[in-house]
């Protein structure tokens, strides 16, 4: 797909549903008691997996669009599914069902596509056995495919050396069908939507500093879940709106969710012109309207405890920081190497071949900004977050730029060209 310089965005846009709070809210429907009816769910393949996955294993799912609704089976009434689970590209799909299918009455194989197949899943199967998981990788590579026994589960403490709401979820999953307490601590915070959803759904859980705790859970119920829009899928237009030259946007109902949201502290920190209006809180989730303006940005530093809370949105930050003054230094994000792809080489690479001045380092990358940037070939390694970065530093870049891959936005953002283009 092919991209041009373009002039400046206006006017208003609805995002779509927060991926990772549309993935919890059929898993948790589904091992819940009545009905969960789920609003603003977004239909992006990675989610439509986690959907499949469950309607395998014997839950009626009505995807009817604009509403889904979960027909529970309670906490223990998962079926053996007939065939192979495939999670498809989603990594969220991969470790938060091997939490529940640890404890379930039959044994299991999930597998998913080429990338899905290269992400580590150490990092769940370690604390998973020690809760007395029966996990075995039938590649041996700690990789999927991977067959899970369910098996009687014990509480455990957990000291997890990422911070990464995938690992957390899935122990605090299996956690629900432990036989005792189950707690995790992370060195840094990552995005809560897991504790704060079972909360709503009647687990007994809470968190203390970086630590959440679950007690064992007899019954989840049925909620109505209205899904925020995503501040990842946000970002893309948060970013343009601030780097096109005479932009002004409002994007509307996006999370706001304070471990979801380094973005826009980020944004501020480098001169950003960004109002928040409309504040409101949804059963534990807040959102609000984000009112964008075209700014001068600066150059900032950005590292520790706020990396999780921005993780997915890096390569955007990256892109968004060549057209800033100065020097941008992004450091403690090595946990982008195993994303869809390794998103600190492919945002350099990228970013180069461009004419950015970008130096990688082994936890993330500097940038110098202020060079013009000229249209290129860039491949997505059918990285989602990387063709629709791509596709905003095209907005900015001299000639044509062509995206190889481009398609693969329909795993978080099926209508992003579509909104990009009527902005324009
Ligand atoms: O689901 P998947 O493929 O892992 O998706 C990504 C993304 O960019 O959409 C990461 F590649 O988001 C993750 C995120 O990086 C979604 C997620 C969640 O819903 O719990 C948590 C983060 O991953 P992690 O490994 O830090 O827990």
Known sequence: MKFYKCGSLKGEITIPGDKSISH?????????????????????????????????????????????????QGIRGLKKPACILDCGNSGTTTRLISGILTAQDFTTTLTGDASIQKRPMKRITDPLSQMGAKIRCLNDNGCVPMEITGSPLYGIHYSSPVASAQVKSAILLAGLYADGETSVTEPYVSRDHTERMLSQFGADIRTEGTTAHICPARELYGQKILVPGDISSAAFFIAAGLIIPGSELLIHNVGINPTRSGILKVCQAMGGNLTFLNESYDKGEPTADILVKSSSLSGTTIKGAIIPTLIDELPIIAAMACFADGETVIRDAAELKVKESNRIDVMVRGLTTMGANVQETNDGMIIQGGKTLRGAVIDSKLDHRIAMTFAIAACMAEGETEILGAECVNISYPEFYKDLERLQ
């Open 24 to 72: 919890r809210s059929v898993m948790f429907g589904s091992l819940a008691k009545g009905t969960t009816e789920i609003h603003n769910f977004l239909q992006g393949a990675d989610c439509l997996s986690t959907i499949s996955c469950f309607r395998s294993m014997g839950v009626d799912i009505e995807n009817r669009g604009d509403k889904v609704l979960v027909h529970g």
